[in-house]
């Protein structure tokens, strides 16, 4: 059985510890015993942004590093690119499987899904979906909701702003509550949409060795104007992983 490799490029860790739960401690919870143990399938449902794909590559992490090994399968990714008879077999590893609404449409894969949860079946899987496709086979929905299943609720502003700054932290990156404030107040309140500002605002500090504070990274946002004459400073140097700013 091929072990299909986890994402690579993000650059936080995927894992347990920086997953900010907010309204989904309990779905976290089943997710770690998953991870642990060999359970029955466990659905997680949820808008996009909402961890999903982070809370199933964690569990991959966590499968693999005591040795299970894990299949992490990101079905947009894959239909195109991946044979359907990848995943025929089994074996005592977790099976991953994300993006499940993609395979609306794809007989094949569907069929195939349908074998490899009853090939996994005891031995651990985890499906993640923003919805429970309605063109899904009657087969795999009822094997689908054989399980537990959780609706990951999105997070709230404090929560998001917890997210934030552990996500930055992680990096070496300080970010205090008032800018991940005003990045709250002016971008789209989606996990991918804040992170993918925090890239930005990552290398622009870096650059400038410059710490972020509101000026600074309105600036960045392309807003410096419209806070030019708020009177606050901006000359902190950046200090991270031990190095400060020249």
Not at 19 to 36: E, I, Q, S
Not at 112 to 119: H, K, M, P, V
Not at 198 to 209: E, N, V
Request: charged content about 25%; glycine content about 10%.
């Amino acid at each position: 059985m091929r072990q299909l490799p986890l994402a690579v490029g993000l650059r936080e860790p995927l894992d347990f510890d920086h997953f900010v739960a907010g309204d989904n401690a309990a779905a976290l919870a089943a997710v770690r015993r998953a991870a642990d143990a060999l359970e029955p399938p466990l659905l997680l449902l949820g808008a996009a942004g909402t961890g999903k794909s982070h809370l199933l590559q964690a569990a991959a992490a966590v499968a693999r590093a005591d040795g299970r090994g894990a299949v992490y399968l990101p079905l947009g990714d894959c239909l195109d690119q991946c044979p359907p008879a990848l995943l025929e077999g089994a074996g005592d590893t977790l099976l991953c499987i994300d993006e499940l609404e993609h395979a609306t449409g794809h007989r094949n894969w569907q069929l195939t899904l349908i074998r490899s949860l009853d090939a996994w079946r005891g031995r651990g899987v985890l499906v993640a979906a923003r919805g429970l496709p309605a063109g899904l086979l009657p087969d795999l929905r009822t094997r689908l909701t054989a399980g537990a299943r959780f609706v990951l609720q999105p997070l709230g502003e404090s929560h998001l702003i917890e997210a934030l700054k552990s996500r930055a932290a992680a990096r070496g990156l300080e970010l205090s509550d008032e800018v991940a404030r005003f990045l709250l107040h002016r971008l789209p309140r989606r996990v991918a949409a804040l992170l993918a500002a925090l890239d930005a605002l990552d290398t622009a500090s870096l650059s400038a060795q410059r710490r972020l504070t509101v000026p600074f990274v309105a600036q960045v946002l392309g807003e410096g104007s419209r806070l030019a004459t708020t009177g606050r400073g901006d000359h902190e140097r950046p200090v991270r992983d031990g190095r400060a700013g020249a």
